[in-house]
T-cell receptor, first 111, second 114 residues
Framework: GENVEQHPSTLSVQEGDSAVIKCTYS??????FPWYKQELGKRPQLIID???NVGEKKDQRIAVTLNKTAKHFSLHITETQPEDSAVYFC??????????WGAGTKLIIKP | EAGVAQSPRYKIIEKRQSVAFWCNPI?????LYWYQQILGQGPKLLIQ????????DSQLPKDRFSAERLKGVDSTLKIQPAKLEDSAVYLC????????????FGQGTRLTVV
């Protein structure tokens, strides 16, 4: 079945610096690549997504880049702020409308 | 638009008791997911419905868990009998049919088995 890995599992950055989280997947049929943010005690919420016909998408301070050949996509957060502290999940999707979830990356923003 | 509704928000039961969770997806969403999220881990898919048909229940412990989605709208997830390791947040999510797309989550039900 589909194998999804996220790296790193924990990322600590200084406020104002950039953060990058990488997600690798195995299913070549995957065609939807979302990133979810989950704050402590809350539900996961979509922050950005991209489809396989696009290589990069940006929304203010966040961006997602996709490399379909290498089967990985990355979340980029610039000018990090304290409210960016959360757990981030990638969940590539494809056949059967399924999202396959990564194990999560805990992002810590140091003041 | 109204979001995914789940109830109850919290439930505490003793092991070997039974419990049921309810989910009402966003209107028009044909795909409904039930996830189990243990503290510190990512969501684990238990079962996925497309309308009232099961797409995937490969990770559902069928000896104790059951789920149904009558009429392709609301869904219930039941655990009988509960074990200590079932303590988790149970998340329901829904998405549009037609292509894999954003999943909208409910607030979840936090289950504690004592």
């Amino acid at each position: 079945g589909e194998n999804v890995e996220q790296h790193p599992s924990t990322l600590s950055v200084q406020e104002g610096d950039s953060a990058v989280i990488k997600c690798t997947y195995s299913d070549s049929a995957s065609n939807y690549f979302p990133w979810y943010k989950q704050e402590l005690g809350k539900r996961p919420q979509l922050i950005i997504d991209i489809r396989s016909n696009v290589g990069e998408k940006k929304d203010q301070r966040i961006a997602v880049t996709l490399n379909k050949t290498a089967k990985h996509f990355s979340l980029h957060i610039t000018e990090t702020q304290p409210e960016d502290s959360a757990v981030y999940f990638c969940a590539p999707g494809g056949s059967n409308y399924q999202l396959i979830w990564g194990a999560g990356t805990k992002l810590i923003i140091k003041p | 638009e109204a979001g995914v509704a789940q109830s109850p928000r919290y439930k505490i039961i003793e092991k070997r008791q039974s419990v049921a969770f309810w989910c009402n997806p966003i209107s028009g969403h044909a795909t409904l997911y039930w996830y189990q999220q243990i503290l510190g881990q990512g969501p684990k898919l238990l079962i996925q419905f497309q309308n009232n048909g099961v797409v995937d229940d490969s990770q559902l412990p069928k000896d104790r868990f059951s789920a149904e989605r009558l009429k392709g709208v609301d869904s219930t997830l039941k655990i009988q009998p509960a074990k200590l390791e079932d303590s988790a947040v149970y998340l329901c999510a829904s998405s549009l049919m037609g292509q894999v797309d954003e999943a909208f989550f409910g607030q979840g039900t936090r289950l504690t088995v004592v």
